[in-house]
């Protein structure tokens, strides 16, 4: 509703307009289709700042990048890690082609490890 809102112009000139989570309760499909309301949104002057813990969102924008609908510079990935109770926050730059330039290691990587076992299931069984 926001992104809409701020497409149309109804939440001022330039808007920055807040979000944690919106993926919550959203099937994968429709976390894709918010990708593109959002990028249509951000046609305008609007900007977002987006807190998420969806792998699917993220490589929509990612994949956006890669289309070219979206500058790697108009987009800041930040990266909150914690240590011995400190939190950082760590950019994270997005190439050209999409891809995540300084990625830590095991994060966001079950769909990936799940994929590798499924193929790693099947060729025992063709055997």
Do not use: N, Y
Request: glycine share 8%; net charge negative; proline share 6%.
């Amino acid at each position: 509703t926001l992104a809409a809102m701020a497409r149309r112009g109804q939440l001022g000139k330039a808007p920055v307009v807040a979000i944690e989570q919106p993926e919550l309760h959203l099937h994968p499909a429709a976390e894709l289709a918010l990708v593109d309301v959002l990028l249509e949104a951000c046609e305008g002057d609007a900007r977002f700042v987006l807190e998420t813990h969806s792998e699917t969102l993220l490589l929509g924008l990612q994949l956006a990048v890669a289309q070219r609908k979206l500058a790697p510079v108009d987009v800041s990935v930040c990266l909150v890690e914690s240590d011995a109770g400190l939190s950082t926050v760590r950019e994270i730059p997005l190439r050209l082609d999409g891809s995540r330039q300084g990625w830590p290691p095991g994060v966001f990587s079950e769909h990936l490890e799940q994929a590798r076992k499924i193929l790693e299931a099947r060729e025992g069984l063709e055997r």
